[in-house]
């Protein structure tokens, strides 16, 4: 069996349910985003079950970005989980080498199945849930020529905005930052502690603090909004991490662009971060809004 290592993850994007995409994706685009392709049809595939309707986007920053996913659904459990969630943060996407020894790799170390492995015209893949439930999805290009572009990495507006990764809601902090690492190949980049609070800062092997510094945050809930969907919802997708060189600029932006305001910009106790919070217009999810962060690589790049 193949280690994580020799699986060659790196971190793609997060994917958003939402059955209006075309006007939910506006304030993206009026807060400085980019499209980076729209996929429908055959681009992608058609199943007996339903068809592709994809929308990219990303900010700034050069690998991470979001998916828009709108139905009809290709499968049934996307439309299961659409019937009992609607609009949502559904899940990561992680690139891999070898998607067929990927999913034998996690099935063997605690993840469980969604989506059967799959080949597909421009790509092999499957979903799994990770130990505490979220759904992953591992994707391995198989065509010489179809890619999901990438910008140049570039901080966009006046307010240098960038989007740069995402953070989980955790039951187990600890347990599931030892299992992204050992199983998914990711490293700790930083990690706080405040009495009960714990935030872990991971990447993977690809990050750059100059130029590709896509970051997945660990965390406890720690907000009243937090603790209120993990009572309901149980652990989850929490946010998009976005951070800019101006956040009270980009705060404002945002909600000239259309997101509804969460939480004005104030220095976090437990990070030391500038941070603000805002919702977005799919479903209430949350953004997360910081200053400029960019831990060393020592740790990313260590064998």
């Given amino acids: 069996m ?25 304030p993206y685009l009026r807060w400085h985003h980019g499209i980076t392709n729209f996929f429908s049809g055959g681009v992608f595939h058609v199943t007996g079950e339903g068809h592709s309707d994809y929308t990219f986007m990303g900010c700034g920053g050069r690998a991470y970005q979001i998916q828009i996913e709108a139905p009809p659904f290709q499968f049934e459990y996307e439309r299961n989980w659409w019937a009992d969630h609607g609009r949502g943060y559904n899940h990561i996407c992680w690139l ?4 067929r020894a990927s999913m034998d790799h996690l099935l ?5 199945e969604v989506m059967p492995f799959e080949e597909f015209p421009t790509y092999d893949g499957f979903v799994v849930h990770d130990p505490e439930g979220r759904w992953i999805e591992i994707m391995e290009y198989t065509d010489d020529n179809f890619r999901v ?20 809601i955790c039951a187990d902090v600890d347990a599931m930052s030892r299992w992204y690492q050992d199983v998914l190949d990711l490293r700790v980049l930083e990690e706080f502690h405040e009495d009960t609070d714990q935030v872990v800062v991971l990447s993977d092997k690809n990050y750059d603090p100059d130029g590709r510094r896509s970051l997945f945050m660990l965390q406890n809930a720690r907000t009243d909004f937090e603790k209120q969907h993990l009572a309901d919802h149980g652990p989850y997708i929490s946010a998009i991490i976005y951070q800019a060189k101006n956040v009270e600029r980009a705060f404002d932006d945002g909600v000239w662009a259309g997101m509804l305001e969460l939480q004005k910009p104030t220095r976090d ?13 799919c479903g209430s999810n949350v953004i997360m809004l910081t200053e400029h962060y960019a ?4 740790s990313a790049l260590a064998a």
């Fill in 295 to 298: 831990p060393g690589a020592s």
């Fill in 2 to 26: 193949k280690t994580a290592r020799e699986l060659d993850y790196s971190l793609h994007h997060l994917c958003i349910y939402d059955d209006k995409p075309r006007e939910n994706m506006f």
């Fill in 269 to 281: 106790s437990l990070t030391g971060l500038v941070t603000a919070y805002l919702r977005e217009p």
């Fill in 96 to 99: 891999t080498s070898d998607a």
């Fill in 149 to 168: 572009q990438e910008f140049t990495h570039a901080p966009s507006g006046q307010c240098g905005l960038e989007m740069i990764g995402n953070a989980e």
């Fill in 108 to 112: 063997a170390n605690g993840a469980t």
